[in-house]
């Protein structure tokens, strides 16, 4: 089955395409990004991409990953959660101004994305639609100590290959 995107986001000049959650059980989530779009928005080049996938693939959280069927062909999509560590790992390698010029499009267009999820929900409904979607992090154990610990890993990694180049 063909997914399609629930939004695309342009940062830096590139998309970012977020998707309904895989867990199609009917209970709130929080929108889905490609991992390689988010990857090649901090301008990655292939190398340091096939690192970052691999500790993503091998990381304290690698359950958390699904692979899709879009119009493009096949793709990898991670909740919020993994979003927010790689952007974490990559600001000392890329810059604080880039990163958090990158952090916050990301943010408007997850917020847009969230948008589409919940809908017309408004006051105390959207309050509960948030936090339940919020909740099912704690489903995937991703604690923050665990993501802090795997985005200084991920960081080092990248940082390490970059000073071989």
Known sequence: MITEPLHVAFVNDKQLRFFR???????PD????????????FGLN?????????????GPFEYVFH???????????APHCVALAAISSLVELIGIGFAEDIDRTY??????????L????RGARLEMWMRAAFDRYDEYDVADST???FASRVRDSLRKFTLQC
């Open 30 to 41: 929080l929108p889905w990004h490609a991992t390689d779009d988010l990857q090649s928005v």
């Open 107 to 116: 943010s408007m267009g997850w917020t847009d994305a969230c948008k589409k």
């Open 21 to 27: 959650s895989p867990n199609n059980e009917g209970r």
């Open 46 to 58: 292939p190398a340091q991409c096939g690192i970052m996938t691999t500790m993503w693939w091998n």
């Open 118 to 121: 919940y809908g017309d929900l």
């Open 67 to 77: 692979t899709i069927e879009t119009s493009d062909g096949p793709m990898t999509i």
């Open 147 to 149: 993501l802090d610990s």
